[in-house]
């Protein structure tokens, strides 16, 4: 048997340490091994290489646990609520803007249909339409994505 | 509590879902639940990845506050362990940078890259050989380069695939086998033209 066949098989067998083989491949593999005292040599010695690796027991230092724990809990609250102020801050602008809206229509509404000779019925709807409603919208959206979360995660932890 | 152990299929997504959905929720029950088994295998993973013992422990304290911040980026679709070690390595790299200490360059050529000095003191492998086969690899361990190190705890002790393997390290599939089969080369010769059972 020469030395490249020896080769292509050793390659085939770190193929198939590393990450398997097609059954095909592995048939091949098995018939040669049987006859080629080099190739099983080869084979012996990786897996021995692989059954030491298993050899070693590291000691871990036994306060470590405690340690994480200690640094975990005293992370939490930062870690455990990142996006509520934003969604509280959210609400209130929408809040603002939905109310300032209403404001500026009763209060400057009829000036405005003057000066640009307008009916006021006009403005009305134009107020209405792009800064009530868009800002009612942004208003009602951010506690119905609240309540949908909270349904999700219960639904979530009947599962669990 | 859960039992979070490795399982297949149905099982393991679960699993998976449960460790996810604690995460998201900033669980440090969850969490405290998870470093009590995964807490050696990190350990062991950096001390692969590093050559020796100093700084792990910062590392590993470092490793889970970084879990519970950044949790909720874990989806449970794929084993935590990859996840996890990803986070590590990217840790350790950045230590390793700071102290010069650690090259795990994925763009670096393997063919290039150079075995680890020795140090006079005994290695971390040198200390935890408990069987004679072990006791003969840990001297070649402590040369490997970090690289090729890494790879082989990854595979033959973690048991992880190719694929999640090269999740971890940031490299190609070719370059993980490639990793392993130098590896084992540099290994092998501990043991060639011994008798041995198969």
């Known amino acids: 048997m020469n030395s490249n066949n020896h080769e292509s098989f050793q390659r085939i067998i770190d193929e198939s340490l590393a990450g398997g083989i097609p059954a095909e491949m592995d048939q091949s593999l ?24 298993g050899g070693f027991s590291f000691e871990v230092d036994p306060t470590l646990n405690a340690r994480v724990f200690t640094a ?40 405005i249909a003057s000066v640009f000779d307008l009916q006021r019925t006009l403005v009305r709807q134009g107020v209405l ?28 932890e009947r599962n669990l | 509590m859960f039992d979070y152990g490795l399982t297949s299929g149905a099982s393991m997504e679960s699993d998976t879902q449960r460790i996810a959905f604690g995460l998201r929720q900033g669980d440090v029950a969850v969490l405290e639940a998870l470093v009590e088994q995964y807490q050696y295998r990190l350990v062991r993973y950096l001390i692969y990845l590093f050559g020796r013992r100093d700084g792990v422990d ?48 994925s763009d670096q050529d393997d063919r290039d890259a150079q075995p680890a000095p020795v140090s006079n003191q005994p290695s971390p492998f040198t200390l935890a050989a408990r069987t004679e086969d072990a006791a003969r690899l840990a001297r070649s361990l402590q040369t490997l380069d970090a690289a090729h190190r890494e790879v082989l705890l990854l595979r033959f002790q973690e048991d992880l695939s190719l694929q999640e393997i090269s999740a971890i ?29 198969q």
Not at chain 1, 81 to 108: E, I, K, Y
Not at chain 2, 77 to 103: M, V
Not at chain 2, 181 to 188: E, F, I, V
Request: net charge positive.
């Open chain 1, 129 to 156: 339409a792009f800064w009530i409603a868009p800002s009612l919208l942004v208003l009602l959206l951010f506690p119905l994505l609240l309540l949908s979360s909270k349904a999700g995660t219960r639904r979530q």
């Open chain 1, 72 to 111: 975990l809990r005293a992370q939490q609250p930062q870690a455990a609520q990142p996006g509520r102020p934003r969604w509280v801050l959210a609400t209130l602008a929408a809040l603002a803007l939905t109310m300032g809206g209403s404001f500026a229509d009763l209060q400057f509404g009829g000036m």
């Open chain 2, 58 to 105: 910062d590392l590993v304290q470092e490793t889970w506050l970084r879990v519970l911040e950044r949790g909720s980026s874990y989806d449970g679709h794929s084993r935590f362990e990859p996840w996890l070690f990803r986070i590590a390595r990217n840790l350790a790299i950045d230590a390793g940078r700071k102290r010069q200490t650690l090259s795990l360059d």
């Open chain 2, 169 to 197: 390290v940031g490299a190609p599939v070719s370059t993980v086998a490639s990793r392993i089969y130098k590896g084992l080369a540099t290994l092998r010769p501990q043991f060639d033209g011994e008798q041995h059972e």
């Open chain 1, 30 to 53: 098995r018939h040669h091994l049987e006859t080629c005292v080099a190739c099983q040599e080869y084979l012996g010695a990786s897996n021995r290489v692989i059954a030491g690796l």
